[in-house]
């Protein structure tokens, strides 16, 4: 994905107030980063750091005024960990440690790449709401920015997960303590032919899609980045220089897909197509629950959570606003119809589905 090559050059942009991509510099300069990366050795980690130098057009010195880094694997730091007697959740004495290096470094920006690497408890939701709180705690007492960068499942990708905030793995509280969120994904075969890429070439491409904004606007259209290489002066009678990735922002426009009709029958086709997979998807978890009468009828909520997000292509909040806003209230899948009924309590509206086989004849 470009993810520690993008850390890099985000950190050196904002060191030396430098425009990256769409960004431009904040009014009056930016300030001092620090990138803390918890899964390259060092020597890796100056390699990147040298090619993202080339590539953004400044001195190595020139940005290790502003740029530091290190490897978590020369010297591990932890934000939360769990008490070996009591199994309780515990904020790390590494905290202080990280908080006074910010300070008297005057780092005013603080990258952790990955997550992952620097707090050792599960990707849950009182694991994440220790480590949201001491995330916050960093930023307000160091009175900086903290900017992590953080997995997702290995199913997401950009043609189900673009742009979605809930694409973060175990997301919940971090979601809550972010002020901002994106995502960053491959190319897929759907973004290739939408923006007129070679299929051989969209290995190439990265996809940015703002996905929460707390203090300002989202930006409604992706960023793009190429990944391209660059020789790094550490070549030798022996060896050649090393060819490192970078990013390199590059502005894509879709594809002109023809007449306005041209245009609808295609978004209509793909709708249905999109419905088909989550009312198949229905009939399954209906049939597995015996929700196959009215009165055996399941909350839509319940079923919901028991859909295959794979199957359907989309995350559950997704998929059950689909339901809602564009399916209607009897569907045909296969030999069975999905039907879904209201309930009116007052002012709440509560939606329940079940799956009633039908003959052909019917």
């Not at 002066?233 to 990735?245: E, Q």
């Not at 922002?249 to 029958?265: F, V």
């Not at 209906?286 to 009165?295: I, K």
Request: aromatic share 6%; proline share 4%.
């Amino acid at each position: 994905m470009g993810k520690t090559t993008f850390s890099f050059q985000i950190a050196i942009a904002y060191g030396l107030d430098l425009e990256f991509g769409p960004w431009k510099p904040v009014p009056g300069g930016g300030g001092k980063a620090w990138l803390f990366n918890g899964e390259e050795p060092r020597d890796e980690l100056s390699r990147r750091y040298l090619a993202a130098c080339i590539e953004m057009g400044v001195g190595e010195a020139e940005a290790a005024r502003r740029v530091a880094y290190n490897s978590g694997l020369d010297e591990r730091l932890t934000l939360v960990r769990i008490d070996a007697r009591s199994g309780e959740i515990q904020r790390s004495p590494d905290v202080d440690l990280i908080k006074r290096r910010i300070v008297e470094g005057g780092f005013t920006l603080f990258i952790v790449d990955p997550l992952i690497e620097i707090h050792g408890v599960k990707e849950d939701t009182e694991g994440f709401h220790a480590v949201g709180a001491v995330l916050r705690e960093i930023a307000n007492d160091c009175n900086c920015a903290v900017l992590f960068l953080h997995h997702t499942p290995k199913a997401a990708n950009s043609d189900t997960a673009a742009g979605d905030m809930n694409a973060m793995r175990g997301g919940g509280p971090i979601i809550g303590v972010a002020r901002f969120i994106a995502t960053m994904f491959s190319m897929t075969s759907k973004d290739a032919q939408d923006y007129g890429i070679p299929a051989r070439e969209r290995v190439r491409y990265v996809r940015f899609d703002d996905a929460k904004a707390n203090m300002g606007l989202m930006s409604a259209e992706p960023h793009w980045w190429q990944k391209l290489g660059v020789n790094i002066d550490n070549a030798d009678k022996v060896r050649p220089a090393d060819n490192i990735g970078v990013l390199r922002y590059s502005p894509l426009r879709q594809e002109d897909e023809g007449s306005s009709i041209q245009q609808t029958m295609k978004a209509a086709s793909e709708r249905e197509i999109r419905l088909d997979k989550i009312a198949a998807e229905l009939v399954r978890v209906c049939l597995l629950n015996g929700h196959t009468t009215p009165e055996k009828a399941g909350a839509l909520d319940a079923v919901a959570r028991g859909l295959d997000p794979v199957k359907t292509g989309f995350k559950v909040n997704k998929t059950k606003d689909l339901i809602v806003g564009e399916m209607g209230l009897v569907r045909r899948s296969g030999d069975h119809l999905v039907i879904i009924s209201t309930v009116d309590r007052g002012s709440l509206t509560v939606r329940r589905v079940h799956a009633e086989a039908v003959s052909d004849a019917s």
